[in-house]
């Protein structure tokens, strides 16, 4: 039934339908924002591998860090706009 699975032109014909449905304008956007989807979701990972738990800034305790005192999350704003 799938014996050659995906060959070179249906990747050109999911293309060509890509461009279609979406237009070439809305492509160049829809591929930033899901690069920056991943960048996102790559570093809530590597912030919850290294805590051994949820991500800083999202469970409603003050962060401890080393050193200091404790240092309240930033506002939901602040953080989008830094990455």
Do not use: C, Q
Request: charged residues 25%; glycine residues 14%; hydrophobic residues 40%.
């Amino acid at each position: 039934m799938l014996r050659n699975g995906l060959e070179p032109w249906h990747l050109l014909i999911v293309a060509i339908v890509f461009v279609v449905l979406f237009g070439s304008k809305k492509l160049p956007d829809m591929a930033r924002s899901l690069g920056k989807s991943a960048r996102i979701l790559k570093s809530e990972a590597a912030a919850m591998k290294s805590d051994g738990g949820p991500a800083a800034g999202t469970g409603g305790e003050p962060v401890v860090r080393p050193g200091g005192g404790p240092a309240a999350p930033a506002p939901a704003g602040d953080r989008d706009r830094d990455r």
